[in-house]
Structure formats: structure tokens, C-alpha cells
């Protein structure tokens, strides 16, 4: 799926009239938002982060330093080249596997926001030989094949995670032009155009992975949808994303505002 630019609410990155202050300070604000958000979702628990690539410095990106999600504020904000080196000496401790964050960026100019998660309802569809398709209008993001990454493959036995440019480039690879990737025995990651965007594919891969089990469930045969319905419901998904955003933000982080 190509994250082809648009205009429609939601939809678009840093270009929204913007002052480029406004826009650093903005994306900013938003970063701590959208931690709030994914852990008050469930998506994020003491582990997992989210990116944004920097609004004026595309070959930059920001993100938390190492803390739960939950706890961020603004001055957790640290910056990284998309080697995911520290940048302006910054000296605090950052996630282990921030490396998945640089090498999407670098491989993918569209992708503005990176979410990684090691939600549980996601992980059996990593596992299983029964991929991960979409069974809600919501997640119509999910339409083709979802790529899953195996990290064996690669790299043989390791801890799972990814803890270089070299794992994190290969993971970029299994990415290539997608919403979202499944990691084998660890979790996903789902990329957008902006904070927004990425969030709403988090959250609604999860949930969907929760709706698809149910349906298997049930035992009968399950209709998941078709790629045109997918096509049409992403272009209704994208005109409304700003709802779920907002209201998101009025319930994890109304002491920001
Ligand atoms: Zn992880």
C-alpha cells in the first residue's frame, strides 16, 4: 500500500500552513500525546514507542528517551540522526531498539510516524500460519498481504529484538511500501504519514487482530474484506481520522492542553 500524499483531514504531514516553529513545536506536543494515547489504548505498555520524523529535518527524528510510554513529557524528547545516534550530545539512555525507527525512516520519505508494540492480541497472528486480513472496515489498511518479519531468518537465534542498523534495515526491508508489520515472537510496528495516522493503524491492528480471533472462534467460515473494500474504506478512514485523534486526546491527555 502507498502512503500517497493527500490533503484530507488527517491525512496530511507537516504541510498544514504551519509556521515551521509552529510545526517543531506542534509535532512535538503531539509526540507526548501520542504516547499518552497508545498506552492509554493498550497498545503500548511499559515497553514499546512511537516516533515522528522531524518536522524541518527529514533526516531526523524524535523520540522519547528510555521510559514507559505512559510517563513521557516534553523534555523526554531527544533527536536522532537515521543512524538513531543522539543528536546535540544528548547523553539520557534511549530505547534499546530505536534502530526500527531510523532505518523505516530512511528507507521510507512518505512514513512521518513509527509505532512499535508488543500488543498481545497481535503476536499469535505472527506465530500462526493464519494471517493477519481485515475483518473491520477500520482496518482496511490491512488489505493484501501483511508482511511477518522473522528475525531467524536473518540473524539466527537472537533475543528477538532489534538492536542494530543491520536488524533494523532488514525489518525496513519486510516493511517495504506497507501500513504494517508483524514481527515473529515480539510484536509489530505501523507506520504513517503523521502522528495521527500511525496511531489509528496501531490501534485498529490491534483491535482487529482481537475481532479476527473471535471470528475463528465462532468456528464457521469468515468473510474477511475484499481489496476493493478496502480501497473504499480507507478512503472514508482517511477523511475521518481526525475523530478518534481528538477524542483520543481528550481522554489520555486532557492535562496537556
Ligand atoms: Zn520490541
Avoid at 524541518?56 to 536522532?80: K, N, Q, T, W
Avoid at 543512524?83 to 525507527?101: K, M, N, Q
Avoid at 515472537?185 to 490501534?203: I, S
Avoid at 464457521?220 to 483520543?248: D, I
Wanted: contains cysteine; charged residues 20%.
Amino acid at each position: 500500500m502507498n502512503l500517497d500524499h493527500d490533503t484530507s483531514p488527517g491525512g496530511a504531514g507537516p504541510s498544514r500552513g504551519m509556521s515551521p516553529a509552529a510545526s517543531a513545536g506542534t509535532v512535538s506536543n503531539d509526540l507526548v500525546a501520542a504516547n499518552r494515547i497508545l498506552a492509554g489504548l493498550g497498545v503500548l505498555d511499559g515497553f514499546g514507542h512511537v516516533s515522528v520524523r522531524h518536522p524541518d529535518r527529514p533526516d531526523r527524528y524524535l523520540m522519547s528517551r528510555a521510559c514507559p510510554p505512559e510517563h513521557v513529557e516534553a523534555g523526554d524528547i531527544m533527536a536522532f540522526d537515521l543512524d538513531s545516534a543522539p543528536l546535540d550530545g544528548d547523553l539520557r539512555t534511549p530505547y534499546l531498539e530505536r534502530f526500527i525507527h531510523g532505518r523505516i525512516y530512511a528507507s521510507r520519505p512518505d512514513v512521518r510516524a513509527v509505532v512499535h508494540s508488543h500488543a498481545p492480541a497481535v503476536v499469535p497472528f505472527a506465530a500462526s500460519s493464519v494471517p493477519l486480513a481485515p475483518i473491520s472496515h477500520m482496518a482496511s489498511f490491512l488489505g493484501g498481504d501483511v508482511p511477518v518479519f522473522e528475525m531467524r531468518e536473518h540473524f539466527g537465534m537472537t533475543d528477538l529484538l532489534i538492536r542494530d542498523n543491520d536488524q533494523g534495515a532488514r525489518l525496513a526491508e519486510a516493511v517495504a511500501d506497507g501500513a504494517v508489520v508483524l514481527m515473529r515472537g515480539h510484536g509489530f510496528c505501523a507506520v504513517g504519514r503523521d502522528l495521527p495516522e500511525a496511531v489509528f493503524r496501531a490501534h485498529y491492528t490491534q483491535q482487529n487482530a482481537d475481532l479476527q480471533h473471535r471470528a475463528i472462534g465462532l468456528g464457521g467460515a469468515v468473510k474477511y474484506l475484499s481489496p476493493c473494500e478496502c480501497e473504499l474504506a480507507t478512503r472514508t478512514n482517511r477523511q475521518v481520522m481526525g475523530r478518534p485523534w481528538a477524542l483520543w486526546k481528550s481522554k489520555f491527555v486532557a492535562a496537556l492542553d
